[in-house]
């Protein structure tokens, strides 16, 4: 389980293709299972979809009608009201958020990946516990401490929450990324003259340019998804888009349309990020345990 | 290269200082709240009150509920996503032709909001929804998934497995094709099945990684939040109320403050706990491969 030996890529390692063979007949059931994984893991999210783009009195109507005209009624709802000055308030907090834990993580990742001894994994197990926790347990005493300073429902607030929520993310992921950086290269930008700052800023970081991206998507998709916190901390002013979505579920019925409306408007950057970084994903999802 | 005590300090000082004052200030709130009654609907005999938090934790039946609700939903959810994600890495790494356009698709779920995706299911789940239409197809009478007591509790869990099975099924396609194969090719020419191949020589090969895997879904699915709240709220009554709904409903529904806190405590202890094995574990597994 060293970092060079398992990787989360294709790209990395590739086993040899197999091309045509005379077990062919084998490969159909094989390229059945495929189908029925792509099927669970895709209707959910076409359903999502096809509500959304479905008039109100044909909500509840099974068999769904995949082929029946769209109506966008549902998304202008939505666009008309305060859900985009949500949107706006991901994007904001995401991307700040995002700026100062990669600025963060790099440094001190790369800090842990050059030291040796105990204090290095008391760090890195502080660390952990931040990724591990519940947020629930959190919640409570930051959620007294913000409301004692004022700092309820302002960026302020929530982005310094988002900060430590992600930063262990952050810092196991860099770590690993910089481990993988060979020291002598290191070395040599020493004997050029650079100082320490100098050999991270101009050699380690480049060659790390694929981690901060890969650690850089990672923190925005979660930050960007994160519900609890926003939900305890926001009311209307700096409220996220996953707060809008309880607002949809009433007492007694579901605004099912707007709401799978507002929720395609708010996965799709995470999807589209998500895509992009796959290679590096899983190693991120584990808190930079499993490389 | 060795970095010197100055640049070591001044690159993780930031950090350090801040899980100092988001991390340690509130551990040491909980533990000061922890002794003290302090409901923000009931303020009559607010104060310190030494352990009687704790003797009405150890008594409250709903807590110990809770905590075997955790126990379900976490062992539901490894349940059906550790051996699901083992066969679809295993399809994976037979790089069937659309193998690439695979791995995207399994992308999807790991990347959706968990409020998203509760709601998405809340939906298919409903009675007379998208689940029970299926279900019908085949002769199946569905029973309402999210308004039976323990079953939607077990619903959810599903849910929980849909998401991150492909995470499970990604990180073990990469250790797979870690696996020596020119053992595998030998042990193929003398004729085992893939099943014996699975079990006798991939299962063993990756199993530091297998254990990592399903201790890291242990923690998630136990600190999960957001599908449970959308989906059932805890309900039908108090039958999926699981750690976290138990622990958010005391603190900020009833506003139970120092109750919540003695909740939350034994909650991070629990964690910890686990937390200290992950950490022991890594090492380990780390010692044998390097």
């Known amino acids: 389980m060293s970092s060079q030996s398992i990787r989360s890529t294709s790209a990395a390692a590739p086993a040899p293709r197999r091309r045509f063979h005379p077990r062919t007949l084998w490969q159909v059931p094989q390229y059945g299972m495929m189908i029925i994984v792509s099927l669970v893991c895709l209707v959910p999210v076409a359903i999502m979809l096809r509500i959304a783009l479905t008039p109100q009195v044909d909500w509840r109507q099974m068999p769904i009608d995949w082929f029946q005209p769209a109506t966008w009624k549902s998304f202008e709802q939505v666009l008309a009201s305060p859900f985009l000055h949500s949107l706006l308030n991901s994007f904001i907090i995401a991307l700040i958020t995002t ?42 005493p930051i ?22 929520y992600n930063l262990a993310f ?12 060979p020291g002598e290269v290191e070395e040599a930008g020493l004997m050029d003259g650079l100082s320490e700052w100098g050999v991270f800023r101009r050699v380690s970081l480049p060659m790390a340019a694929s981690g901060v991206i890969a650690t850089a998507t990672l923190v925005f998709i979660l930050t960007w998804n994160e519900f609890f916190y ?40 995470p999807v589209i990020f998500g895509i992009l970084a796959r290679k590096w994903l899983a190693k991120g999802l584990s808190g930079g345990l499993v490389d | 290269m060795i970095t010197s005590k100055k640049y070591t300090f001044f690159s993780l000082a930031p950090s350090a200082l801040i899980f100092l004052v988001v991390l340690v200030f509130p551990t040491l709130y909980i533990i000061n709240l ?13 104060g310190y009150i030494g352990f009687d938090n704790f003797t009405r934790l150890a008594g409250d039946e709903r807590f110990w509920a809770a905590l075997g609700q955790s126990a379900i939903f976490s062992g539901v959810s490894l349940a059906v996503s550790i051996p699901v994600g083992i066969a679809i890495a295993m399809l994976i790494n037979r790089r069937l032709v659309g193998h690439g356009l695979f791995r995207i698709i399994l992308i999807v779920p790991m990347v959706l909001a968990p409020l998203v995706v509760g709601a998405i299911f809340r939906f298919m789940f409903d009675s007379n929804g998208f ?28 849910v929980d497995a849909w998401q991150w099975t492909p995470f499970v099924a990604i990180v073990v396609a990469a250790a ?13 020419l003398d004729g085992i099945n893939a099943w014996q191949e699975l079990w006798h020589f991939v299962l063993p090969q990756i199993r530091p990684l297998l254990v990592l895997v399903g201790l890291i879904r242990f923690m998630d699915s136990f600190r999960e939040f957001d599908k449970l709240f959308i989906m059932t709220n805890g309900g039908p009554g108090t039958s999926s109320e699981t750690l976290p709904i138990y622990l958010w409903r005391f603190a900020f529904q009833y506003l139970d403050m120092g109750y919540a806190a003695a909740v939350g405590f034994v909650v991070l202890v629990i964690i910890s706990i686990v937390c200290t094995f992950i950490v022991k574990f890594f090492k380990a597994s780390k010692g044998v491969s390097e």
């Open chain 1, 99 to 140: 700026l100062i834990v990669v600025v963060l993580s790099a440094m001190g990742g790369h800090a842990l990946a050059r030291m040796r001894g105990k204090n290095k994994d008391r760090f890195l197990f502080v660390v952990l516990g931040t990724r591990m926790g519940p947020a629930v347990v959190f919640g409570l």
């Open chain 1, 170 to 181: 952050g810092i196991w992921m860099m770590h690993g990324f910089f481990l993988d950086i």
């Open chain 1, 143 to 164: 959620y007294l401490l913000a409301s004692s300073i004022g700092l309820v429902d302002t960026y302020v607030g929530i982005i310094a929450v988002y900060i430590v």
């Open chain 2, 34 to 46: 922890m002794f003290k009654k302090e409901s923000l609907t009931k303020p009559a005999g607010n």
């Open chain 2, 131 to 158: 689940i029970s239409w299926v279900l019908g197809l085949v002769g199946i009478d569905a029973p309402s998934f999210l308004s039976l007591p323990g079953v939607s509790l077990v619903t959810v869990a599903f």
């Open chain 2, 176 to 188: 797979m094709e870690t696996v020596p194969q020119n053992v595998m090719e030998a042990a193929r």
């Open chain 1, 230 to 269: 926003a939900f305890v901390l926001t009311q209307r002013t700096a409220s996220t888009f996953p707060t809008t979505i309880p607002g949809y579920f009433g007492a007694f019925q579901v605004d099912w349309g707007p709401m799978f409306a507002a929720s395609t408007l708010g996965i799709l950057p």
